[in-house]
């Protein structure tokens, strides 16, 4: 029943934005009652919060395992290059928009999105670092890769740069950032 419901939010806060979608839509479209949908969503701001936590997740789970990459391709160029089309996906782009939005209504649900999807690239960083930093040193640099190569062209594809030309410069951008990382002193060995 869960997946129902969170499959016709989705679609249903995709095509309608978060101010046509109701629960009363979500509950017809994924064909459960009320009573049903309320027990588990009290509002639309959980069942958005819920909406956008599984799209982030969802987009995890679909990269490519950068610590089990062969020497012979950089995992850290790797992770930029994931990243980018994690974050330039459509959906994630469209749910990045709704919830920038939103984000004067409810700055909690902003927060929550933009926590859950750095903290997961920072974790997912941190896997194509290795063991060779230091915990300390590894997560600084992993929240300054992130900080240099998802965020501005998430940002970007938001505001209606067609993503299809930031992700055509993803390689670059991945290997200007590790390169300005060096030059800065952070550890990006892979």
């Known amino acids: 029943m869960d997946e129902r419901i969170l499959e016709a939010a989705t679609d249903l806060f995709l095509k309608q ?3 046509r979608t109701t629960l009363d839509k979500v509950s017809s479209q994924a064909g459960v009652g009320k009573s049903g949908l309320y027990g588990r969503y009290s509002s639309k701001e959980s069942l958005f919060e819920a909406v ?3 799209s982030i997740a ?3 789970e679909h990269m490519v395992d950068v610590s089990t ?3 012979g391709r950089p995992r850290m160029q790797t992770a930029g290059e994931q990243l980018i089309d994690g974050m330039l996906h459509p959906r994630c782009v469209a749910l ?3 919830t920038a939005s939103e984000a004067v209504t409810f700055p909690h649900l902003a927060k929550i999105a ?3 999807s750095f903290d997961g690239s920072v974790r997912y960083v941190l896997k194509a670092l290795g ?3 230091s915990e300390e040193q590894a997560e600084k640099t992993a929240r300054r890769f ?3 190569v998802a965020q501005p062209l998430s940002f970007q594809a938001a505001f209606g740069i067609d993503p299809q030309d930031l992700r055509s410069r993803r390689s670059t951008i991945t290997a200007e950032a590790i390169l300005f990382l060096r030059e800065a002193g952070y550890t990006t060995s892979s």
């Open 17 to 19: 934005g978060f101010g």
């Open 52 to 54: 956008v936590l599984r």
């Open 58 to 60: 969802t987009m995890f």
């Open 69 to 71: 990459i062969d020497e």
């Open 96 to 98: 990045m928009r709704i």
């Open 114 to 116: 933009y926590q859950a």
């Open 131 to 133: 063991k060779e930093a």
């Open 146 to 148: 992130v900080e240099l």
